[in-house]
């Protein structure tokens, strides 16, 4: 297994874990029926937009994207609601996640409600962001 030689503290570093099934032939030869990549580009660019604004309204003209932003400006831009919060507690609890791998899940979480057109980082952000964290190797689960 690849993933247990990359050692605790560099998986925590990786914001996206993301697990990628092979694709079947009978799948390859189906229609794509997602968004088409012109779309999406659209998205994401109105998403980076919205994330320099949002740097330029706190007066940082150093920062484009919620990819540079420290953990203490992350505390500041990234706030969920509460049940958000209490979501990202409790799995912050559970899932053992550092310091680092919890300023991830804020980080991953503010751009997906970019993406999304949000002001408000909610549950459902902070949810899929921790959808794509992985627990890191060796680390085990706390049952609670």
Not at 14 to 42: C, F, G, Q
Not at 57 to 79: P, S, V, W, Y
Request: no cysteine; proline share 3%.
């Amino acid at each position: 297994d690849y993933q247990s030689k990359i050692s605790g503290p560099m998986f925590d570093r990786i914001d996206l874990h993301v697990e990628v099934p092979a694709v079947s032939a009978a799948d390859l030869s189906r229609p794509a029926n997602s968004e088409s990549s012109a779309t999406i580009a659209k998205r994401v660019a109105q998403a980076r937009n919205i994330q320099r604004q949002r740097f330029l309204q706190i007066g940082n003209t150093e920062l484009r994207t919620n990819a540079e932003a420290d953990g203490n400006l992350l505390e500041k831009i990234a706030a969920p609601v509460n049940e958000g919060r209490v979501l990202l507690t409790e799995a912050t609890e559970k899932m053992r996640l550092t310091a680092r791998g919890y300023h991830r899940i804020l980080r991953v979480a503010r751009t997906l409600a970019d993406l999304d057109g949000y002001d408000e980082i909610g549950r459902v952000h902070i949810a899929e962001a921790l959808a794509y964290r992985r627990v890191v190797p060796g680390r085990q689960l706390v049952n609670m």
